[in-house]
């Protein structure tokens, strides 16, 4: 999600750029792309990832592992 807030970005101060727009410091295009890379950076740690309801427990999280018990237990 990080990652497409920093694509806005970056097509932002791209078209300030190309378009000569005279703005404010704050919205400059060198501006907009740092804040974009800090967005992009941010993605690339990790930030902002979703967060599974499914957690791996380490034993038995496998299907092979599930579905082999399931059957053993039928047995």
Do not use: C, K, Q, Y
């Not at 930030?47 to 059957?71: D, E, I, K, M, Q």
Request: net charge positive.
């Amino acid at each position: 999600m990080l990652a497409f807030v920093a694509a806005a970005f970056f097509a932002i101060a791209f078209i300030i750029r190309v378009t000569e727009t005279s703005t404010d410091v704050i919205f400059s295009p060198t501006s907009l792309m740092l804040v974009g890379l800090a967005f992009l950076a941010a993605h690339s740690a990790g930030v902002g990832a979703g967060w599974s309801t499914r957690r791996s427990s380490g034993r038995g999280s496998s299907t092979r592992g599930n579905s082999s018990r399931r059957s053993a237990s039928r047995r």
